[in-house]
C-alpha cells in the first residue's frame, strides 16, 4: 500500500512567519499533488508537480518534489490569516488512483 | 457554475437504515469518485467510474454500493448502514483518470450513524 505521510499535524503560526509543510513516502509517485481545504468546503487543487526536482511558484506558496519523486513539501512566506486551512497532498498511485496523506491543519493569527 | 453538486448536505440515519447520497456534475467529466474524509485518516477513495458505464472498487469499498446513472450523476449507496460509516463524503470528478488532472470537489455531505 502506498502511504503518503504528512507533517506537522498542526501549526499554529503568527501573520508574517514562514512554515513549511512536508509530505513523505517510501514510496515512488508520478505526480504529486497539493490541495488546500477550508471549512465546510471541498479541498481545491493548488498544484500538480510531476518532474523530480521540480518547484513551482505560487504567489507567497512554493512546492518542491523531491528529487526521488518519494517527498514534497509547501513553503508559505509572510503567512496571512487567509492562508489557514487544512492542507493536503496526494500522489498519483497506482491505476491512477490517488493517494491522500492526512494533512496539515494551519492556523494563522493576526 | 455550479461544478459538482450533492446532496444531502447532513444526514442522520440509525444504524441498519439505508440511503443514497447523489452527485451530479455540469464540467462533462467522464470520471467520477466517491471519497470518505476522517479525522487523522486523509480522503480514502471509496469507488470511483473512469467512464459512463464503468464503476472500480477503491480503497475502502465494503458497505458500499455505486451507479453511475448516466455522464453527469454518480451515486453511493449504504445498504445498512454502520457507525462505523460515520463520516464526511465528497464527491469528486476529473475529465479523465490520468494522474495529472484535476479533481474537483463537492461540498461534502456529513453523515452520522447513531
Known amino acids: 500500500t502506498q502511504l503518503l505521510e504528512q507533517s506537522p499535524q498542526f501549526l499554529s503560526i503568527q501573520e508574517g512567519e514562514n512554515l513549511t509543510v512536508y509530505c513523505n513516502s517510501s514510496?515512488?509517485?508520478?505526480?504529486l499533488q497539493w490541495y488546500r481545504q477550508e471549512p465546510g468546503e471541498g479541498p481545491v487543487l493548488l498544484v500538480t508537480?510531476?518532474?523530480?526536482?521540480e518547484v513551482k511558484k505560487l504567489k507567497r506558496l512554493t512546492f518542491q518534489f523531491g528529487d526521488a519523486r518519494k517527498d514534497s513539501s509547501l513553503h508559505i512566506t509572510a503567512a496571512q490569516p487567509g492562508d489557514t486551512g487544512l492542507y493536503l497532498c496526494?500522489?498519483?498511485?497506482?491505476?491512477?488512483?490517488?493517494?491522500f496523506g492526512a494533512g496539515t491543519i494551519l492556523r494563522v493569527k493576526s | 457554475n455550479a461544478g459538482v453538486t450533492q446532496t444531502p448536505k447532513f444526514q442522520v440515519l440509525k444504524t441498519g437504515q439505508s440511503m443514497t447520497l447523489q452527485c451530479a456534475q455540469d464540467?462533462?467529466?467522464?470520471?467520477m469518485y466517491w471519497y470518505r474524509q476522517d479525522p487523522g485518516m486523509g480522503l480514502r477513495l471509496i469507488y470511483y467510474?473512469?467512464?459512463?458505464?464503468?464503476?472500480d472498487k477503491g480503497e475502502v469499498p465494503n458497505g458500499y454500493n455505486v451507479s453511475r446513472l448516466n455522464k453527469r450523476e454518480f451515486s453511493l449507496r449504504l445498504e445498512s448502514a454502520a457507525p462505523s460509516q460515520t463520516s464526511v463524503y465528497f464527491c469528486?470528478?476529473?475529465?479523465?483518470?490520468?494522474?495529472?488532472?484535476?479533481?474537483?470537489f463537492g461540498e461534502g455531505s456529513w453523515l452520522t450513524v447513531v
Open positions: 469528486a470528478s476529473s475529465a479523465g483518470t490520468g494522474q495529472r488532472n484535476t479533481i474537483y
Open positions: 514510496s515512488v509517485f508520478s505526480s
Open positions: 508537480v510531476v518532474t523530480g526536482g
Open positions: 496526494a500522489g498519483g498511485g497506482r491505476g491512477n488512483k490517488l493517494v
Open positions: 464540467m462533462n467529466h467522464n470520471s
Open positions: 467510474s473512469a467512464s459512463e458505464g464503468t464503476t
